[in-house]
């Protein structure tokens, strides 16, 4: 069994979680933004040849030159930046549930914890995903590097880039 070791030195056991079950959450993420109207389609120019051949390309900062054009880019920037949080979010809500293996917090730390005054969600995954980050994954590091190492087995046999990438998806709002 994979072992993924904190900043205390405490072995927490992983596993990966399926890439395939990635693609479904970016999946469903997207259908369910585009039935709220949200536009994930970046925009495009139009320019004609000087044959008169019409060709289309996606639009970016640098060709983006009227202001219909800049609220497009901007528009589409936006819609991407919650996408992709979405699927942060939802891809690590996996990365916890199913490639830390954990069990439910014991009845008497949930007891404790409830004794001392603090709030504890009553949903049974939430419970859990509080009581790793509260007893095991203390630190950002933790946190972070539990994350990269179950997407390091997740990914075994990709090539390093693609390694990478994952791993850079996940680098950044972690820590914010």
């Given at each position: 069994?994979?072992?993924?070791?904190?900043?205390?030195?405490?072995?927490?056991?992983?596993?990966?979680?399926?890439?395939?079950?990635?693609?479904?959450?970016?999946?469903?993420?997207?259908?369910?933004?585009?039935?709220?109207?949200?536009n994930?389609?970046?925009p495009?120019?139009?320019?004609?040849?000087?044959?008169?051949?019409?060709?289309?390309?996606?639009?970016?900062?640098?060709s983006?030159?009227?202001?219909?054009?800049?609220?497009a880019?901007k528009?589409?920037?936006?819609?991407?930046?919650?996408?992709?949080?979405?699927?942060?979010?939802?891809?690590?809500?996996?990365?916890?549930?199913?490639?830390?293996?954990?069990?439910?917090?014991?009845?008497?730390?949930?007891?404790?914890?409830?004794?001392?005054?603090?709030?504890?969600?009553?949903?049974?995954?939430?419970?859990?995903?509080?009581?790793?980050?509260?007893?095991?994954?203390?630190?950002?590091?933790?946190?972070?590097?539990?994350?990269?190492?179950?997407?390091?087995?997740?990914a075994?046999?990709?090539?390093?880039?693609?390694?990478?990438?994952?791993?850079?998806?996940?680098?950044?709002?972690?820590?914010?």
């Open positions: 069994m994979a072992t993924f070791r904190t900043t205390e030195g405490v072995e927490v056991p992983i596993a990966p979680v399926s890439m395939r079950l990635s693609q479904m959450i970016y999946q469903k993420v997207v259908a369910e933004l585009e039935g709220q109207g949200l994930l389609a970046p495009t120019y139009t320019i004609t040849t000087a044959v008169g051949i019409e060709e289309i390309y996606p639009l970016d900062a640098e983006a030159q009227t202001h219909e054009q800049l609220e880019l528009a589409y920037e936006a819609a991407v930046a919650r996408r992709n949080a979405e699927f942060m979010k939802r891809s690590t809500a996996e990365v916890f549930k199913r490639g830390i293996l954990i069990g439910a917090p014991p009845k008497e730390w949930v007891a404790e914890m409830k004794a001392e005054g603090f709030d504890l969600p009553t949903e049974p995954a939430a419970l859990r995903h509080e009581y790793i980050e509260i007893e095991y994954l203390k630190t950002i590091a933790d946190i972070r590097g539990c994350i990269e190492a179950v997407l390091e087995l997740t075994s046999g990709a090539p390093k880039e693609d390694r990478e990438a994952v791993k850079a998806t996940f680098r950044d709002p972690v820590g914010k």
